[in-house]
Each structure stands twice: as C-alpha cells, then as structure tokens.
C-alpha cells in the first residue's frame, strides 16, 4: 500500500517482531496501522516520502539498544510536513529525519533538519544517497580518516554498495591514483568499471581475497576504505605500502554470523610493522563536514558530472523486501525506498 492509497487518516508503522537467526526473513517483520497522530505543541506531523535502507539495519537488528521489538523501528527517511504546532516547521518543508519505517511521524525541530534547495540538477534522492549520511560516511572516511592525498592509490570494498560507489565517484574528485574495488558479481565488478570509474575491480567470490587485490594492485596501496572486515581487512593490510591507512566504516561481512564472527586479521600485527594507520569511525560524529561534502559535490551534481548511484524500490510496502534486498546484494549503489 502506498501513501496515495492509504486512508488519510491512517499511518503504516513497520515493527520488528523477532531476533534474526542468521540471514533475516520477511516474516521478522509486521505492519501495524494506527490512526495519523495530531502535532503537539512543539511538533510537526511529516508525511514520509524516501527511505533509507542502509547496511547498519542488520546490525540493529539484533540489537536492543538499537531496535527495540514490537515498536516503530529507526531509519533515515526524506518528508514534507504537512501539519505543525511549531513556527520553526512550516506545512510543505521538505525536511530529513530519523522515524523512518513509518508513512508518517511526529517530529520536534531538534529532530529534523530542512532538505537544502540546491536547484536543477540535485534531485531529492541525492540527499539521502550521496548528500546524505552515506555520502558523508565515504567523505569523511576518505579525507579525515585515510586522508587520500591527489595521486594516491586505494582500495575500497564492498565497492558496488552505497557508501562504496560514492567513495569511488568522490576519490575520482579528490584526485585518487589508481582506485580498485571488490564486489559480489560480475555484474557490480562491471559496474563499477564502465560507469563508476574504477581502474579495477574483483568478485570476492573469484578466490582468496589477498591474492585477488594483490593482483588488482600489484605495485600496492596508500589507502583503503574497507566496509566488510574479515578477510578483506587482511588483504588491505597485505597490500598496504609503509606508512598506509585503512578508514573501517563497517563490517557487513559478519553481520549475519555475530555469534561466529570470522577471526582478527592473522596478519594484524604488520600495522606496527609497516607503520599503518587503523581507524574506525562513526559518521554521526563528524557532522560538522557537511558542508564541506555539498562544496566538493553540488557542483558536479548540478553539472551533470557527478550522476547518483542509486536503487530505488517504489511503494513503501515493499520497504522490507528493499532491506533483504539489499543484504542480499541485489543493488547497484544506495538502496531507497519511495512513496
């Protein structure tokens, strides 16, 4: 059901039921109606339009701190207020916010922040693609964390993916050297070859990580942008020349086996002895590069230089198939969900 088509008084909440054991399935998940809530004072009523489903969402999944059972689950999600008790949220912004997985949701002004008019050219899914979280998590990971100097060589994994494709197209801007990647088919590999501008890329599927990279880059690497750990943070650090840095952004390579988890990097102690830099980051603590993001990327995005590399699934009842969809690698770049 889509918004056009729910009564105007009703809203859809998405609710996780159960704990995954494993990869999670469809039945995890319930839609629950409830009349639309009126604004408080103090508050804004926003009609959901986009969606994100991002990788962390299986991480949540298991978490109680981060999704509770039985209750709204959190997203990013794009909405236009259509009624409010607050001046500072005037009916029709547009504005971003966190209650997704919802058609609906009440929201105080310290919750949202106005959706930027950057004109022709930056369509509304930019700002929760490439000018969104997933964009700033790619930014920050390549300028502040393995700090990429023009010319230098890096590797990005899970390549195909959202914060992938935009650390491919924003390298390309910073000036990278030679930019290779992993995947998980032939289909991604080619992808980001022909269309994001890779030099190179792999399916992790094709054999040994390590001897799969070290082939793509055989004279090594200055940084790397890893999202998968595992084995591929191995073969980052096998690749690595002296003095190298590796930003960590995530680990979608075990977020289905969190009992299991595959084992530390048997080569881990060579970060001590080829002096690299190892860093984990959260995007929401570097917030303040924003706008550092929309000066290196608006204008590209204007000019129709820098396009969006994004899956977009139509029709929030499918919001939960977009999410397995996506775990299950089935997009080519960010994956949104529309209204």
């Not at 997985?101 to 959706?115: G, I, K």
């Not at 230098?152 to 924003?170: I, K, M, P």
């Not at 009992?259 to 002096?275: E, I, Q």
Request: glycine fraction near 10%; avoid cysteine; proline fraction near 8%.
């Amino acid at each position: 059901m889509t918004n056009d088509t729910l009564p105007n008084d009703t809203m859809i909440t998405v609710q996780q039921t159960a704990r995954p054991a494993g990869f999670p399935t469809p039945d995890l998940f319930s839609f629950v109606e409830s009349p639309v809530p009126a604004p408080e004072p103090g508050t804004a009523l926003v009609e959901n339009l986009q969606w994100s489903v991002d990788p962390y969402h299986r991480e949540a999944m298991d978490s109680d701190e981060l999704w509770t059972l039985n209750s709204p689950m959190e997203g990013r999600a794009l909405g236009r207020v259509l009624d409010s008790r607050d001046p500072a949220l005037r009916p029709g912004d547009l504005v971003l916010h966190r209650k997704g997985w919802r058609t609906h949701a009440l929201v105080t002004r310290d919750e949202t922040r106005p959706v930027p008019d950057f004109g022709p050219g930056v369509p509304l899914a930019a700002h929760l693609s490439l000018l969104g979280g997933t964009g700033l998590s790619a930014y920050v990971g390549l300028t502040r964390i393995a700090r990429l100097q023009p010319g230098e060589d890096l590797f990005v994994s899970a390549a195909a993916g959202g914060v992938g494709t935009a650390a491919g197209r924003l390298a390309r801007l910073l000036g990278a050297g030679r930019l290779v990647g992993s995947a998980g088919s032939a289909r991604k590999v080619a992808y980001l070859t022909e269309r994001v501008g890779f030099d190179a890329a792999f399916d992790y599927h094709d054999g040994p990580v390590a001897e799969l990279l070290a082939k793509a880059a055989p004279a090594g690497l200055d940084a790397v942008l890893d999202g998968v750990g595992g084995d591929h943070l191995e073969a980052s650090i096998a690749a690595l020349r002296p003095f190298g840095r590796i930003a960590w952004v995530g680990a979608v390579g075990q977020y289905h086996s969190l009992a299991t988890p595959p084992p530390a990097p048997r080569n881990l102690f060579d970060v001590v002895g080829k002096s690299i830099r190892l860093e984990g980051f959260l995007v929401r603590d570097h917030m303040d590069a924003l706008e550092e993001l929309y000066d290196v990327a608006v204008p590209h995005l204007r000019s129709g230089a820098l396009p969006l590399d994004v899956t977009v699934v139509e029709g929030f009842e499918h919001i939960v198939e977009a999410l397995l969809g996506m775990l299950r690698g089935e997009n080519l770049g960010k994956m949104l969900v529309a209204a």
